[in-house]
């Protein structure tokens, strides 16, 4: 870590003279702590000259890196220091964006309630890296959809509610108000939808194939629940979401599930 900071030092400095001075070791120190960083990422990070240091290519990379690992040692620093002050221990929770509303903050509200000194650590992230975290111990739980991925036989699962598919829009959507709807009439209207890479999206896109109807044409596209729900409801556009977005969602009089998927049969 100290040959990091050393680097961070030379870096802004440009000159090994000035970032030994800054960092109050001598300049052989400052050169050392360099060369055992080069060596060890097999690099070289600045070319020496009679001014001072000039960065080569790879050096602005790695102060990128390095800037992140400092401000995650930040976080963890914040993090076991209220873990030292919870007398009654910490719960590390992970969630996806869909049920995180409100009924995590609910039943955290009834945890501290009973326990005032316990400490809730949560995590917002996909389901995969959800997943890894549990497996890893980084988080005690998670609460995701169970429609996205088959649990492996070391996670123990409890179902809290059953989620099903559906089409959002604005309840001042020109669509709002109709009873039936076919999907063809859909295809055209713009839609907010997340990245094909996302776990969502492969669900929205196995429940179409298996349903055998093409899919809507893209707009936006964001991984952001938020983002989505914004351009559904000052945008105009359509989106998908699942049951508990409506049921849970503080802005659910805002918006109204369409009557489609519903109605849709394999091979429709």
């Known amino acids: 870590m100290s040959e ?13 003279h000035k970032a030994a001075v800054a960092v109050h070791l001598t300049q ?9 960083l080069e060596e060890t990422l097999g690099v070289r990070l600045f070319e020496r000259h009679a001014n001072g240091a000039e960065p080569t290519v790879p050096a602005p990379s790695l102060a990128a890196r390095v800037a992140g690992i400092f401000e995650e040692l930040h976080r963890a620093a914040k993090h076991l220091h209220a873990l ?3 007398a009654n221990g910490c719960l590390r929770v992970g969630t996806v964006p869909m049920p995180a509303v409100p009924f995590l903050p609910i039943a955290t509200g009834q945890l501290t309630h009973a326990h005032p000194n316990a400490f809730v650590f949560v995590v917002e992230a996909r389901e995969t890296e959800l997943v890894d975290r549990l497996r890893s111990r980084d988080i ?5 959809s169970l429609s996205l991925f088959e649990p492996d036989a070391d996670l123990e699962v409890t179902p809290l509610f059953e989620e099903r598919l559906c089409v959002i829009a604005g309840k001042d959507h020109p669509l709002a108000a109709r009873d039936q709807l076919d999907w063809l009439e859909l295809l055209e209207e713009h839609w907010g939808m997340p990245p094909a890479d996302c776990d969502f999206f492969e669900h929205v896109l196995r429940t179409f194939k298996r349903l055998g109807v093409p899919l ?6 964001s991984f952001s629940i938020n983002v989505q729900f914004c351009m559904v409801l000052h945008g105009g556009m359509l989106s998908f979401g699942m049951r508990s977005q409506i049921v849970f969602s503080p802005n659910k009089e805002l918006l109204v599930r369409l009557p489609v998927l519903c109605s849709l049969r394999p091979g429709r």
Do not use: H, W
């Open 140 to 144: 005690d739980m998670a609460i995701l």
């Open 216 to 221: 809507p044409r893209l707009t936006v596209e």
């Open 4 to 16: 990091l900071r050393i680097f961070v030092a030379v870096l802004e400095q440009r000159s090994f």
């Open 84 to 86: 030292s002050a919870s």
């Open 28 to 36: 052989p120190a400052v050169t050392k702590a360099i060369a055992g």
